[in-house]
């Protein structure tokens, strides 16, 4: 019988589910939406919605960059338990995403949902892939770098890092790049360097010194000059070209990196980890 797409609209409304699996579905039902939402049932659609406010906190990272070393990006794909996130059809899926993120540059999060993936898009394979799991699985992160020369790095499956290099000068960076992405990695800084750091943040820090100055009874007039030492410091431990490089603490990243190459430095990063 012939099947209206209005009628595979509804069901969609209805269930959630994609808008050929709601085809097959009524199809196979012969026009029946009860039949139809059994079918889907069975073949896990409602397991999505179902799970839809489970936490998916496990997972794994995925990177790629171009043959010329001068974009990359890195995802996420998240799950609720370890043990999936080695599943060969999760980390299969998660390639696959991978690869059409990069070739379709999308803008955003949501907008990698509705590309297609072999006549399906990203959603619809991801409540498949749930209907045979049976866990909540959603792409977490995603991140894109661009720059004169791009390093990624993976610890494990977990984390996932791009460096982007600046005034390589023609020459070998390979390693000092791959030192710079496990710092990354490890020390897991918030901004490249002082004037990057979030203004929030920069605040947040401030009013936080000022009160344990404070709890230690410094007096009021000096609470100002105490937290902005403070503030100091967390530009030392927590941007990355003024952390001690962790190789060799008597330089700082931004000194190691000079040391390797008169002039290089690192003009962007991005750091994505799941649980990590």
């Known amino acids: 019988m012939e099947i209206k797409a209005q009628d595979v609209n509804k069901l969609r409304q209805l269930t959630g589910a994609g808008m050929m699996d709601c085809k097959k579905a ?6 029946d939406f009860e039949k139809a939402i059994d079918i ?9 919605a179902a799970r839809a406010d489970r936490a998916a906190s496990e997972g794994a990272v995925f990177v790629k960059t171009n043959d010329a070393k001068t974009e990359g990006i890195v995802i996420s794909l998240n799950c609720e338990t370890d043990f999936v996130a080695k599943n060969d059809d999760f980390l299969g899926l998660g390639n696959k995403i991978l ?3 990069f070739e379709a540059n999308p803008s955003s999060l949501e907008e990698i949902n509705s590309l297609s993936i072999e006549d399906k898009t990203v959603a619809e394979h991801l409540v498949t892939l749930v209907g045979k799991i049976g866990e909540k699985i959603e792409v977490g992160a995603y991140e894109r770098v661009t720059g004169e020369k791009i390093i990624s790095y993976l610890h494990g499956t977990r984390v996932g890092v791009l460096v982007a290099m600046k005034n390589v000068n023609g020459g070998s960076v390979e390693e000092a790049g791959k030192d710079v992405a496990m ?3 490890a020390m897991k800084p918030v901004a490249l360097d002082k004037d990057d750091v979030d203004p929030t943040i920069i605040e947040r820090e401030i009013e936080i010194g000022k009160e344990q100055a404070r709890q230690e009874g410094k007096p009021e007039a000096m609470l100002e000059k105490i937290a902005l030492g403070k503030l100091n410091k967390f530009y030392k431990d927590s941007t990355l070209l003024n952390q001690e490089f962790v190789k060799d603490n008597t330089k700082s990243i931004a000194q190691y990196l000079e040391s390797v190459q008169k002039g290089l430095t690192v003009s962007a990063f991005k750091r994505v980890g799941v649980n990590a």
């Open 26 to 31: 009524l199809t196979e039902a012969e026009g």
């Open 99 to 101: 690869a059409k993120v």
């Open 40 to 48: 889907l049932r069975k073949k896990g659609q409602k397991i999505s």
């Open 183 to 185: 710092q990354i990695a």
